[in-house]
């Protein structure tokens, strides 16, 4: 299940980047789901990572590898079924030897190998199932790629996401393709589940640092299905320079100001594919807190109506239990909240006003604005000029059998 129709747009190739998508038999025989992705010498690369305490092992090897060659690795290596978390010191060195294997195998250094694993925690990883793959997977490395890799990398997906983007600067043509994974244990804090994005553009990489950073606080950092942070949340950002252009290491002018729009808009495509095809999902949730005094009491309400159960079950069933919306702002933790002042609206309803319900509102109205699969829940808090938007879903019996049945 999953909401919207079900399409991608064409994933153009970058220049300097080759991809290679194999059946290594991890988990299900027959599966992709290993993906070596090949950057050309010279290029730069900056991630965002999981902030959750227990990371998982190849999470902590790719920062480290990241630091180690200055930002320039030469191949990532990502594979699905089996997260490699939890799994201590032997995890870490699982991860460490299928970078090795990849480094020996194309003639660079390990440290220039990052290694990203998704699907089932506590298991450990079948490093002879990747390392066997990998020689079919260097020969199968190709410009024309992205697409297989977007399959290669979902788990319990129910179709792939990527976006891709072209713009010009001053003359010169550029090129941003960008894929992701990710259904369940979505909230991220930092980037999404696992996320890959290259740029033909030259660019430094304390410049593509910024330019992730902050592009994952805008889309990945706002979206939510069930509230759980994974062990593995990685988004890599990769510019290869093979456009040719001068390399950018300013936070300013126009190529700056081109590359970073592109970058958010890739991401927030990503990031609202990932909320789309949540685990169950029936209904594509906007949530929108406009009147906050600063930009965290905005998301703070929003998140916390994006986490309510009873606000996702409602959303479920379609039901315009706006009780349950006015419960889930009152205990977001505003301070001095004058709830007399607040107004809520369900699709450009008004529900709620004065503390109570919206003298115009009817039940009617309520059901119509609770049918469609797209709904915005916007909330007004008349206290400043800050807002902010998060997206989210809701809950279905299928979120619970998907999780249930997760190891079965």
Known sequence: MAVGEDKLVTLLPVPGVRLATVCAGIKKPGRRD???LELAPGSHCAGVFTRNAFCAAPAVVAREH????????NYLLVNTGNANAGTGERGLADARRCCEALAEMAGVDAKGVLPFSTGVIGEP??????????PLAIQGLTGDGWLEAAHGIMTTDTRPK??????????????ITGIAKGAGMIRPNMATMLGFLATDAAVSQ?????????????????????????????????ATGAAGNPLLETLEGPLYDALR??????????????????????????????????????????????????????LFASDPNWGRLLAAIGRAGLPELDVNRVSVFLNGVLIAENGCRAASYTEEQGVAAMAPEEITIRVELDRGAA?????????SYDYVRINAEYRT
């Open 261 to 314: 729009e592109a970058v958010q808009a890739v991401c927030i495509e990503l990031a609202q594919g990932l909320v789309r095809d949540g685990e169950g999902a029936s209904k594509f949730v906007t949530i929108a807190v406009n009147g906050g005094r600063n930009d965290q009491e905005c998301l703070d309400v929003a998140f916390t109506i994006a986490h309510s159960p009873l606000v996702k079950t409602a």
């Open 34 to 36: 290993l993906v070596v």
């Open 125 to 134: 990883l079948p490093v002879g199932r990747i390392t066997d793959a990998l």
């Open 387 to 395: 807002e902010a938007q998060v997206w989210t879903t809701d809950f």
């Open 162 to 175: 990527g976006h891709s983007l072209r713009f010009s600067c001053e003359g010169r043509d550029y090129t």
């Open 66 to 73: 990241l630091g180690q060659s200055r930002g320039r690795p």
């Open 206 to 238: 304390p410049v593509l640092q910024a330019l992730i950073t902050e592009a994952a606080e805008l889309s990945f950092n706002r979206i939510s299905v069930d509230g759980d942070t994974s062990t593995n949340d990685a988004c890599v950002l990769a």
